[in-house]
């Protein structure tokens, strides 16, 4: 019976050592947040916004970096900003933001979107960015942040239940509509 109870005594003690080393991982532990601190120049327009310098594994968070076509997007914004004085913009996919950000020196109200809420995150982090007055943005007042998922009606509703005035310019680089959700998006935006 002594020899029994040892046996019971020394498993309880293994199975409290195996579960000190057990190890729990959330998704936390996948997500890469290692955001840097970067400048942008687009003409004479300078942005610092935080971002990731490479891409994560995950393809629902591939708005953490800046990709090619917001650059390229931004270069002809910047040449061309007259079009954008005193409009009203929403951007699809914003990511980081470095576009809706960019807009925001010209227009008079930019709404910046993106599904993911990290992704939402770091945006709503570099539009505060954007706010500080040493910045010099006069019209960061006028740039907000809204979760938009493609296809969902309530988004989309909530959107347009914030901004009645709709938005002059649909702005997006580097992002995929589904052709089932174009024609529902369109039509409400």
């Known amino acids: 019976m002594e020899r029994i109870r040892n046996q019971e005594q020394n498993r309880h003690e293994e199975e409290e ?12 532990f996948f997500i890469n947040d290692n955001y840097q601190l ?22 629902d968070l591939t708005g953490q970096v800046v990709w090619p076509g917001a650059i390229l997007l931004n270069e002809y914004l910047s040449k061309n900003s007259e ?6 913009v929403i951007e699809l996919g914003s990511g980081v933001g470095i576009t809706g950000i960019l807009c925001s ?17 770091i945006l709503k982090k570099n539009i505060e960015l954007h706010s500080i007055p040493e910045n010099n943005c006069p019209t960061s007042d006028g740039l907000v942040a809204e979760k938009l998922e493609w296809g969902n009606s309530d988004h989309i509703n909530g959107i347009l239940q914030n901004h009645p005035g709709g938005f002059d310019f649909i702005l997006g680089a580097d992002i995929y509509i589904h052709s089932a959700y174009y024609l529902t998006f369109i039509r409400k935006i």
């Open 17 to 28: 050592d195996d579960d000190d080393d057990t190890i729990s991982l959330d998704e936390a």
């Open 38 to 59: 970067t400048d942008f120049t687009f003409g004479s327009q300078e942005i610092q916004l935080f971002c990731l310098h490479t891409a994560s594994t995950d393809f």
């Open 83 to 88: 079009i954008l004085q005193g409009c009203t």
């Open 105 to 121: 020196r010209f227009c008079q109200k930019v709404v910046l979107t993106d599904h993911n809420e990290e992704v939402l995150k």
